[in-house]
């Protein structure tokens, strides 16, 4: 599963120009009131670093709408139709997020809900800019 989020990822980071669609799904999570080690990887691919820093802080934002909306008990159906088929690379990246947070219990709330969400943002940020 590692490696697919890996390739979408960098996919993600390769062809995406418009961070405003992911903080269009963000959005939509948040309105609904509605975590993972470290992948690493080079990309040949020369990226603006403002677009790929714009790209990765859309793809961190929503990572952190998914996880509280989990945690909050939103159900996977529910999250999976706020994403469009806009941009597949895209689509496929919130599904493999939203796939992802479904991969930790709820047990979270409050500000321990806010600390880890936000921990758990920042590892796709991280694992994006690498």
């Not at 995406?16 to 948040?30: G, P, R, S």
């Not at 929503?62 to 690379?89: H, L, N, T, W, Y």
């Amino acid at each position: 599963m590692k490696s697919k989020l890996l390739v979408f990822i960098t996919l993600f980071s390769c062809s995406i120009t418009k961070a405003d669609l992911i903080d269009k799904y963000t959005k939509v999570l948040e309105d609904g009131a509605y975590s993972p080690s470290l992948i690493t990887t080079k990309t040949d691919v020369e990226i603006d670093p403002e677009i790929k820093n714009n790209n990765c802080s859309a793809l961190s934002k929503f990572a952190e709408s998914s996880f509280k909306a989990r945690q909050s008990g939103v159900s996977a159906e529910k999250m999976f139709s706020v994403i469009s088929d806009d941009e597949p690379s895209a689509k496929k990246v919130m599904q493999l997020i939203i796939v992802d947070s479904f991969k930790h219990p709820i047990m979270y709330s409050g500000k321990e809900l806010s600390a880890v969400a936000s921990e758990y943002a920042n590892h796709f940020y991280i694992d994006c800019m690498v």
